[in-house]
Nanobody, 124 residues
Framework: QVQLVESGGGSVQAGGSLRLSCAASGFTYSSNCVAWFRQAPGKKREGVAAKYTGALNTIYADSVKGRFTISQNDAKNTVYLQMSNLKPEDTAMYYC?????????????????WGQGTQVTVSS
């Protein structure tokens, strides 16, 4: 059984920072595809960051480039989303996703495994 659990969400003021974590059980992130998505009320789920954990290559949505960073810690079997200079429009439920190989990092929603999400609220 594969389980992804997000944590680190919360309420912050505009310009602040948060680091989201996604810990995996029954799944090893090393050499797999991982991604972060977000969904605001009434909006479609949006891919914000993705990477292949066996390489340094990363993909970011234009809306978060320069502000968000996706990374991993293989020893902890955890992926992260470091979010800086947060804006009110970043307010959403954030989800992590993963898929075993063969795979390629992407910002589409076609991933095998999903977490339950963690809420991020940015006040103006």
């Amino acid at each position: 059984q594969v389980q992804l659990v997000e944590s680190g969400g919360g309420s912050v003021q505009a310009g602040g920072s948060l680091r989201l974590s996604c810990a995996a059980s029954g799944f090893t992130y090393s050499s797999n595809c991982v991604a972060w998505f977000r969904q605001a009320p009434g909006k479609k789920r949006e891919g914000v960051a993705a990477k292949y954990t066996g390489a340094l290559n990363t993909i970011y949505a234009d809306s978060v480039k320069g502000r968000f960073t996706i990374s991993q810690n293989d020893a902890k079997n955890t992926v992260y989303l470091q979010m800086s200079n947060l804006k009110p429009e970043d307010t959403a439920m954030y989800y992590c996703a993963a898929e075993p190989p063969p795979c390629a990092p992407r910002l589409t929603t076609k991933y095998n495994y999903w977490g339950q999400g963690t809420q991020v609220t940015v006040s103006s």
